[in-house]
C-alpha cells in the first residue's frame, strides 16, 4: 500500500489506488472528527466543492455518504474552485471543507484536499 496523503490532502489515480472506499472513510472520519464535543443535537458542517473530472462525482457522492452517516451535514457546492471553498468555509462558519480536484495532474488522477475552519490546507497531522 502507498501513501495517500501528500503535500495537498490525497492523490492517486481515480479508481485505481484513490477509490469511492477511501472517500467514504474521510467522510467518515471528519463527520466524526469534527462532531466531537459538540452538544446534544448540533451537527458538524462541511462544504464540499469540485472539478470537472468525472471521477469527482462519484467521489462526492462517497465524500457526502460518510460524512452524513456519522452525522454530518455536508453542503455541496458543485463545480467550482479551491479558493471559493476557502472563502465559503471561513467566512460561512463551516468546521472543513473539502476541494475534490486534482489541479493541474492528469485527467485519470484525482485528489481530496482538506481544508480547515480557517479557510486554510489542513494539517497533517490532524489527517495522520
Do not use: Q
Not at 485519470?108 to 497531522?125: F, P, Q, R, T, V
Amino acid at each position: 500500500m502507498g501513501k495517500y496523503f501528500g503535500t495537498d490532502g490525497f492523490r492517486g489515480e481515480a479508481n485505481k489506488n484513490l477509490t469511492v472506499e477511501h472517500a467514504y472513510k474521510i467522510g467518515r472520519f471528519l463527520g466524526w472528527y469534527y462532531s466531537r464535543g459538540k452538544e446534544e443535537g448540533v451537527r458538524c458542517r462541511v462544504a464540499i466543492g469540485k472539478d470537472t473530472r468525472l471521477s469527482s462525482y462519484m467521489f462526492e457522492y462517497s465524500l457526502v455518504a460518510g460524512l452524513t452517516a456519522s452525522g454530518a451535514e455536508a453542503y455541496l457546492l458543485h463545480v467550482t474552485t479551491t479558493p471559493s471553498v476557502s472563502y465559503v468555509v471561513r467566512t460561512e462558519n463551516f468546521d472543513c471543507g473539502i476541494m475534490i480536484s486534482a489541479s493541474h495532474n492528469p485527467y485519470y488522477d484525482n485528489g481530496i484536499k482538506l481544508i480547515n475552519a480557517s479557510g486554510e490546507k489542513m494539517d497533517e497531522d490532524t489527517i495522520l
